[in-house]
């Protein structure tokens, strides 16, 4: 049974328990193609990824600076912050994962593979990343700024 709503209907995503406030992360590489509100879920941010993938990051207390639809994100990314908007009892992020227009189990989901890079490919790799980024954002009008994990 719904807890709000007081009737049984399909729950579609993975519940994660945080304080309210706790920063949300992207769980990948990709465009954000909605912020905002969508009733149930509250504060909703949706990210498209490549090949038919997309993931949902639901009942946000608040979006991160610059989140907006267009702009791309990277994996690891703080995309929002934790809250309890739309049909929520309590502070928690629901998850979705979208592939192909199919909700799927997050938990259970088979993600593609990549090869791994040595060390003078990834670095390499890395180097055009950036050059790639950096022309995007002088088409977009708007530098990207973004940390590296590495840093």
Not at 71 to 91: C, D, E, H, K, M
């Amino acid at each position: 049974r719904h807890p709000i709503l007081g009737y049984v209907r399909m729950h579609t995503g993975t519940d994660w328990a945080a304080p309210s406030g706790t920063p949300i992360i992207a769980t990948g590489n990709g465009i954000v193609e909605k912020a905002g509100w969508s009733g149930g879920y509250g504060k909703q941010t949706i990210i498209r990824h490549a090949n038919g993938y997309e993931t949902s990051y639901n009942h946000q207390s608040a979006f991160a600076k610059g989140i907006k639809p267009g702009v791309r994100v990277r994996q690891g990314q703080v995309i929002g912050y934790v809250g309890s908007t739309g049909l929520s009892t309590g502070a928690h992020l629901h998850y979705e994962m979208i592939v192909n227009g199919n909700k799927v189990d997050a938990m259970r989901v088979r993600l593609p593979t990549g090869r791994s890079l040595k060390s003078e490919e990834l670095e390499a790799f890395n180097r055009e990343r950036d050059r790639i980024d950096a022309l995007l954002a002088e088409k977009d009008g708007n530098p990207l700024t973004l940390a590296s994990a590495d840093k």
